[in-house]
Antibody, heavy 123, light 108 residues
């Protein structure tokens, strides 16, 4: 059974780097042919796609976050990570990691999500 | 970027009633690459529908999706108590992927 679990600091100071890791069990991130990505949700608001990484290592970022964002894979640990630089209060959100699988036409959609972790940006 | 507008913002219905949720795109969604998710308070989104009308594994058949181009609909034929939640549409065929703002289905 697939499980995704986010981990990382719950509080980050403004201008610093937000770092999160998603640990995957029940699937191999380096060989499954899926995308692995991040979505966030500010408190009381809707969902925002952040970015994804393919099992081969190719990345795909939101244009609005691209200049501050790095997503990477650690296939040995079956984990993928998010780093968001120069954070401000507007980056406060629940951050979800998710697997994106391919539909019959070859396009990828999120089918499984982690439980989410709240990251607050505050001094 | 494709903007998805969901309506209504809130839908007040009673158990057993039919719910019809709308998702309208600012431009055509490629080949109906649209998904629907349900989110309960404090929980992660749960996949209901992909490719506009394909039910995900384990999703009851009271949930159905339809539409193409710029207009999509999620229908819940008979609301069960566990169906009261927030629903999001998500287009994944155009870059970047985007989500709608959500429709809350609440108990009347």
């Amino acid at each position: 059974q697939l499980q995704l679990q986010e981990s990382g600091p719950g509080l980050v100071k403004p201008s610093e780097t937000l770092s999160l890791t998603c640990t995957v069990s029940g699937d191999s991130i380096g060989s499954s042919g899926h995308y692995w990505g991040w979505v966030r949700q500010p408190p009381g608001k809707g969902l925002e796609w952040i970015g994804s990484i393919y099992y081969s290592g190719n990345t795909y970022y939101s244009p609005s976050l691209k200049s501050r964002l790095t997503i990477s894979l650690d296939t040995a640990k079956n984990q993928f990570s998010l780093k968001l630089n120069s954070v401000t209060a507007t980056d406060t959100a629940v951050y979800y990691c998710a697997r994106r699988i391919k539909d019959s036409n070859g396009y990828f959609y999120p089918d499984s999500w982690g439980q989410g972790t709240l990251v607050t940006v505050s001094s | 970027e494709i903007v998805l507008t969901q309506s209504p913002g809130t839908l007040s219905l009673s158990p057993g009633e039919r719910a019809t949720l709308s998702c309208r795109a600012s431009q055509s969604v490629s080949s109906s690459y649209l998904a629907w998710y349900q989110q309960q308070p404090g929980q992660a989104p749960r996949l209901l529908i992909y490719c506009a009308s394909s039910r995900a594994t384990g999703i009851p058949d009271r949930f159905s999706g339809s539409g193409s181009g710029t207009d999509f609909t999620l229908t819940i034929s008979r609301l069960e108590p566990e169906d009261f939640a927030v629903y999001y549409c998500h287009q994944y065929g155009n870059s970047p992927p985007t989500f709608g703002g959500g429709t809350k289905v609440e108990i009347k």
